[in-house]
């Protein structure tokens, strides 16, 4: 479905990929919501039609599960024409990442756990057939009962070029890989564990003080795990945002945090301003011993593996290694 930006209007060959490949790698039937294919520029006018979409998929029971058709910069503008308690009764499947954090913490508010994943048009559209990592997490998070376990890194690169979504001649053209990069421990000791929370730094740093806006109490416990959008937000808005959430109370109240690879097309050389930074605010802190892992592949990195919220993970830092205990909750 749509929530944000009309993709499926703007570049429809990219999302009849997308469409194709999902439904071949999982067998799925793939349907349209009423206003998935409407004109981009009419969707950016009529925010209460993508919620009523949203709804909609949620209550009706032929459907199985929602995927984000692609993100954006607005769906914010839903979050008035939404009701919880229709995501509280009718419990599925909803998965997306970058703009898509909005109707995460929504579900999230209504007490859904959800999945931080690929979206039709990016991850399931990938140039030349699905990533076999992003493909293996789907089906341990989605398609396979109990927890997924260990979250391994992508051991065969990642993808950064952008292609013309709307030159069909791409759309089989494999992007290039960048050499493999490991995850960092930055820091902590032993084994910690806490339920996931977090999604696109971009889009968080929007929604503070909203009505989907997770409480103190929700915060305490966790395990952040945060990532940056294409527009490769300056390091400094990391600092920003966890000076806030050490404002608010929530950020002395975590497990660790997990950060991914940084988005947009920075030079890995780059990567490491953004750990800077988050540790800058630890120690501003007093948080010198949290758990930190960081240039993790999920977010605005491809291929990407799928976090589910709410769901506890454990961080053993000492053998460097990231599980999942149980799947996305269930009210």
Same mark, same amino acid.
């Given at each position: ?35 998935t294919?409407k ?7 009529? @925010? ?8 909609q ?26 009701d ?11 998965m997306?990442? *970058? ?11 209504a ?7 690929? *979206? ?15 493909? $293996? ?7 396979e #009962? ?9 051991? #065969? ?12 001649? *791409? ?6 890989l ?7 421990? /930055? ?5 910690v564990?806490?339920? $996931? ?8 740093d ?14 305490? %416990? ?10 490769? @937000?300056?390091?400094s ?13 929530? /950020? ?7 950060? %991914? ?7 890995? *050389? ?32 491809? @291929? ?28």
């Amino acid at each position: 479905m749509t929530s944000s930006w009309g993709g499926p209007a703007a570049c429809p060959e990219r999302y009849r990929q997308g469409k194709q490949q999902l439904a071949a790698a999982f067998g799925l039937e793939v349907v349209e919501m009423p206003h998935t294919l409407k004109p981009a520029d009419w969707l950016a006018r009529n @925010p209460q039609a993508r919620a009523e979409d949203l709804m909609q998929a949620f209550a009706d029971p032929s459907v199985a599960g929602i995927i984000s058709a692609i993100g954006g910069e607005d769906s914010i503008r839903l979050l008035r024409h939404l009701d919880f308690e229709v995501i509280r009764k009718h419990p599925k499947v909803y998965m997306g990442y *970058s703009d898509s954090t909005v109707s995460h913490l929504a579900c999230y508010k209504a007490g859904l756990g959800s999945f931080y994943g690929p *979206s039709i048009m990016s991850g399931f559209a990938e140039n030349g057939g699905l990533h076999e990592y992003l493909r $293996l997490s789907v089906q341990r998070l989605l398609f396979e #009962d109990g927890p997924a376990g260990e979250i391994r890194p992508n051991p #065969d690169g990642w993808v950064v070029e952008q292609y013309d979504w709307t030159d069909v001649a *791409s759309l089989t053209r494999q992007r290039p890989l960048n050499v493999p990069l490991p995850w960092r421990y /930055l820091r902590g000791q032993g084994v910690v564990r806490g339920h $996931l929370l977090g999604g696109c730094l971009d889009v968080l740093d929007m929604l503070r003080g909203s009505r989907c806006w997770p409480s103190l109490a929700q915060w305490q %416990g966790a395990i952040l795990f945060l990532e940056t959008s294409e527009d490769a @937000p300056a390091a400094s808005m990391l600092r920003y945002f966890l000076r806030n959430l050490a404002e608010q109370g929530a /950020l002395q109240g975590l497990q660790g945090i997990l950060l %991914g690879r940084p988005g947009g097309k920075l030079a890995p *050389s780059r990567f490491v301003e953004y750990d800077d930074a988050l540790l800058q605010v630890l120690d501003e802190e007093g948080l010198t011993e949290l758990a930190v892992v960081t240039h993790m592949d999920f977010g605005h990195t491809d @291929p990407m593996c799928v976090l589910p919220y709410g769901a506890m993970v454990e961080i053993d830092c000492d053998a460097r290694r990231i599980s999942l205990l149980e799947s996305a909750t269930l009210p």
